[in-house]
């Protein structure tokens, strides 16, 4: 390699073919004569005729430049020049690669996918072979190996495969693979970190020095990959919390709160403190909406440790307190009271009768023994607990006073978990020998087994159960002589729940202990569906993250968590985040129970090279160059053409006149590689300006196209999902469209393009009136438009009180003619243009897709409005690499094929119309013709 300083050449031997350009203009200078065409006269008249003799033309200058140029581009090209080169590996070992591939290394994993790839392209050109180390087990959880050498070529392809796994790196382990290396020499060694240290990067960064040089790329500050930690509950709120590892300065992250099928739910901002590594936000949700969130992630970070699952424990339940109303006679005294102050800090406390508590949703219903439930409250109650709700009664004097005939009513009615001996039972006073009793130690299959019991909790009072064969499977509390304290029974889908005793002190001193609020606590908890029953069982995987988040189906090695209440499941490779348990039990498992710190990658050993991923890395120039010299070379032929007469122009000097033209525009776009990039990367950006040339370019071949919101990342967005969408049609159907084209409203006429997508953003100005003659001339003959709110929503209201996206959707149209919408229906082409289809996803998936409603007859029954919010062009949006740009949920890959199934139909739908739905009426037609 030659070494320029900012340019170096990697076969720099190839250079001396330029020596030859001198000869190679000797040769070109000489042209023969143009062709021309003479007519014969009669034989008799050649007699005698002289042939004159030729001298060959003189080649013009500027087309022996071209030549020359030509020559000169394939020469540089073949040498392989390289723009702001790395250093020459050291050493003349084997190149070693060490990746850490854990979860905090999928952020930017794929900038570290091509700087690891340039440096193994560079190993390639010095010769030298390649190993890779990871630092992450593998699937089936066997320790990190480092590979065999391999030719540097099939060790980019290696890389290039790899994905980042949902699991920690494990350091130490990869430090004892290092023993396998099989190098010979001083290699050079270059470590891809994700930016985090632990107890074994020194030791690690020390060992592979010790194989020669070392170069380590990482992040700082920001960039460094975060943790979400399970939220915690302050009183009835939810509180999203996210570590990071750099806690120098100020941060901020948003949290988003993300329902089971995707839709952001809520957003907040975490503002992390100068010196502080834990951050936190409120996520103010109404009840119902907060107990839908399935997941909290950080926005914009796709790994394992970003995104913390929720499950029934982290949902808040309504609970309903039947209020006794005047049947007690000292409010501070009563139960109600009691059950007020230890139930209201963790819970939503509605207060009332029990007709009012069940016109609205809840969890749980407590009943003081004090009040008295009418025949048309047990049925009312009875009813809802079979539909799931769970009911928490109490035991006193008014259930002990009761007649015979009511006692009975009262076993019957079915709200009691066991059978009730007549009485009470009293512990301690003048005319008994017994004494206040404890509580017994909770039972392993209680929902109290992880309580603490406290000594000084004693029960004066109580009523007995009925003895019966199963009383021990639904008692979850006993005394210390054995007496059920709490029992509990299912009833349909819900349960029953009885204290033995009063909720206040009449009884005992529970109720005034903070074992009493653990209970109740516990108790709700059973209504999220988290039994007893299930303690001490397997939980088998339900669904498992990958390295970037996302949820799947698990593999075969993936295994069952055992339930441990001293030691948690931690993450490992055979068991990875994400869902476990079965129907009645679905237990989310998350990063942040095997990493519970962040801290930054600390000092390395003296003599350590550091760098950092976004460095601007070499670029080479190669295609660049061939690719110029290609273009010219296609324009010299045109030229050499052109000036032998075989293109039809009027004449000789219009030839060369053309020629010299053509020659300055080809050189115009040959001298800048980066115009040619720009014209490849963003052709889609190019407005259809009012001239001929642009016109033709959008009338010649069928494109799609855009409406220029103003903000480069929305239309950036636009444009490449257009592209990604022109991409599938050309793979899929017949359809051979251009790249889409950008359309400014009012300036660029809209007449060239069948469809046009347009994204509503709230900083787009409203429409002035030429715009809006504009759209409506399109509209009127035949055009179709596609509105993108580009939000998620479960439906959508155009008119009324609705999102802010619908609002700027009215603005925006105003002056529009909208014709009347209405849902896609059923049968409608649309939804079997190409493929069939019953939804139509994007980026997010649940919004509504808004048509016209009219009659096949028009416009060949093809829409002139569609309106959504589901961003479809984030579904397409793919790079230059023909990779996805955004995430879509939650459907993950299927969902985007699925995007991609709709915007093929809704292509098809706007150039061919209605064809699908007159396949219908074939078998009548075949019935006509007497087929």
């Given at each position: 390699m030659m070494n320029l300083g900012l340019l170096a050449f990697a076969q720099p031997w190839l250079l001396l073919a330029l020596l030859g350009l001198p000869v190679l203009w000797l040769l070109l200078r000489l042209t023969p004569p143009a062709p021309r065409r003479l007519s014969f006269p009669a034989i008799r008249l050649l007699i005698g005729l002289r042939v004159p003799e030729e001298t060959p033309a003189r080649t013009p200058w500027w087309l022996l430049l071209l030549r020359l140029l030509i020559a000169a581009l394939i020469i540089l090209g073949l040498a392989q020049p390289l723009l702001n080169p790395a250093a020459q590996l050291s050493g003349s070992g084997p190149m070693l690669l060490v990746v850490d591939d854990g979860w905090s290394s999928a952020r930017f994993w794929q900038a570290r996918q091509i700087i690891g790839g340039n440096l193994l392209a560079q190993a390639e050109r010095e010769g030298r072979a390649a190993a890779i180390l990871t630092t992450a087990p593998d699937a089936q959880g066997d320790p990190p190996t480092v590979s065999n050498l391999l030719p540097a070529a099939e060790a980019r392809r290696v890389l290039q495969g790899m994905r980042p796994k949902p699991w920690p790196s494990d350091r130490a382990a990869a430090l004892e693979a290092l023993e396998d290396f099989a190098g010979e020499g001083s290699s050079p060694v270059v470590w891809l970190s994700d930016g985090l240290g632990d107890g074994d990067a020194r030791a690690l960064a020390e060992a592979l020095q010790r194989l020669g040089s070392l170069h380590v790329l990482r992040e700082q500050g920001s960039a460094l990959p975060h943790l979400m930690l399970p939220p915690a509950t302050e009183g009835v709120d939810l509180v999203a919390r996210a570590l990071r590892a750099d806690a120098s300065g100020p941060g901020r992250a948003e949290a988003l709160g993300l329902a089971a099928d995707g839709r952001i739910l809520v957003k907040a901002p975490l503002l992390f403190a100068p010196g502080e590594a834990e951050a936190r936000a409120l996520l103010d949700l109404p009840t119902e909406m907060r107990n839908r969130i399935a997941r909290i992630a950080i926005e914009g970070e796709t790994t394992a440790g970003a995104t913390v699952l929720l499950d029934e424990r982290w949902r808040r339940r309504p609970v309903g307190l039947v209020d006794a109303g005047s049947q007690e006679n000292q409010p501070l005294l009563s139960e109600t009271y009691f059950l007020a102050r230890a139930l209201e800090p963790f819970t939503e406390l509605r207060q009332g009768r029990v007709e009012t508590l069940l016109q609205r949703q809840l969890a749980v219903m407590v009943v003081p023994d004090a009040v008295s439930l009418s025949e048309t409250d047990r049925e009312a109650i009875t009813a809802w607990v079979g539909r799931g709700g769970l009911l928490l009664r109490f035991a006193g004097p008014r259930i002990v006073s009761l007649s015979p005939e009511a006692a009975a009513a009262e076993q019957q009615s079915d709200l009691l978990p066991v059978r009730l001996r007549g009485g009470d039972r009293v512990l301690g006073g003048a005319l008994t020998w017994d004494t206040p009793a404890q509580l017994a130690p909770f039972a392993g299959d209680s929902p109290f087994a992880e309580l603490a019991l406290p000594d000084d909790v004693l029960i004066r009072r109580q009523v007995l159960a009925e003895p019966s064969l199963d009383l021990a499977e639904k008692t979850w509390a006993r005394l210390a002589d054995g007496t059920p304290l709490v029992t509990a029974d299912r009833r349909g889908e819900g349960w029953v729940v009885l204290f033995h005793t009063t909720a206040n002190t009449d009884w005992s001193n529970l109720p005034i202990s903070g074992l009493f609020v653990d209970m109740l606590r516990s108790v709700m908890a059973v209504s999220q569906g988290i039994s007893g029953s299930a303690s001490g069982q397997a939980l088998p995987p339900i669904e498992v993250m990958d390295g970037f988040g996302s949820l799947g189906l698990p593999s075969a090695a993936v295994l069952a968590i055992e339930p441990d209440e001293d030691r948690p499941a931690v993450v490992t490779a055979q068991q990875p985040p994400g869902y476990y348990g079965n129907d009645s039990l679905r237990q989310a498992h998350n990063m942040s129970t095997s990493v519970t710190a962040l801290e930054p990658l600390g000092d390395l050993p003296g003599g350590t090279t550091e760098g950092l991923y976004h460095e601007s890395p070499e670029t080479d120039l190669k295609p660049w160059l061939l690719t110029a010299a290609l273009i010219l070379a296609l324009a010299d032929l045109l030229i050499s053409l052109a000036l032998r007469g075989l293109l039809p122009l009027p004449g000789r000097r219009a030839a060369g006149g053309a020629a010299a033209a053509l020659l300055i525009a080809v050189l115009a776009m040959g001298a800048s590689p980066g115009a040619l990039a720009q014209s490849g990367a963003q052709s889609g950006t190019q407005s259809v300006a009012g001239n001929d040339d642009r016109a033709l370019e959008a009338t010649l071949t069928t494109r799609l196209a855009?409406?220029?919101?103003?903000?480069?990342?929305?239309?950036?967005?636009?444009?490449?999902?257009?592209?990604?969408?022109?991409?599938?049609?050309?793979?899929?159907?017949?359809?051979?469209?251009?790249?889409?084209?950008?359309?400014?409203?009012?300036?660029?006429?809209?007449?060239?393009?069948?469809?046009?997508?347009?994204?509503?953003?709230?900083?787009?100005?409203?429409?002035?009136?030429?715009?809006?003659?504009?759209?409506?001339?399109?509209?009127?003959?035949?055009?179709?438009?596609?509105?993108?709110?580009?939000?998620?929503?479960?439906?959508?209201?155009?008119?009324?009180?609705?999102?802010?996206?619908?609002?700027?959707l009215q603005r925006l149209t105003r002056g529009i003619s909208i014709p009347p919408l209405e849902p896609v229906p059923t049968g409608h082409v649309l939804r079997k243009s190409f493929y069939l289809m019953e939804e139509f996803p994007g980026r997010f998936t649940g919004g509504a897709l808004w048509l016209e409603a009219q009659s096949e007859n028009i416009n060949d029954g093809v829409a002139s409005v569609l309106i959504g919010s589901n961003d479809w062009a984030g579904a397409w949006a793919v790079n230059r690499l023909g990779r996805p740009m955004n995430a879509v949920v939650p459907g993950g890959p299927r969902q985007r094929e699925m995007a991609y199934r709709f915007g093929v139909n809704l292509v098809m739908y706007a150039l061919t119309g209605n064809y699908k739905a007159d396949q219908v009426h074939i078998p009548f037609i075949l019935e006509r013709l007497g087929q």
């Open positions: 855009f409406i220029e919101t103003g903000s480069s990342s929305i239309d950036e967005i636009s444009r490449a999902g257009l592209a990604g969408l022109t991409r599938v049609l050309e793979l899929r159907t017949s359809v051979e469209a251009g790249q889409p084209l950008g359309i400014v409203l009012g300036r660029d006429d809209l007449s060239f393009f069948p469809l046009i997508y347009w994204p509503v953003t709230a900083e787009q100005p409203d429409l002035d009136a030429v715009a809006v003659e504009e759209v409506n001339r399109y509209l009127a003959n035949g055009g179709t438009i596609l509105f993108d709110l580009r939000e998620a929503s479960s439906g959508m209201q155009l008119f009324g009180a609705s999102s802010q996206g619908t609002r700027d």
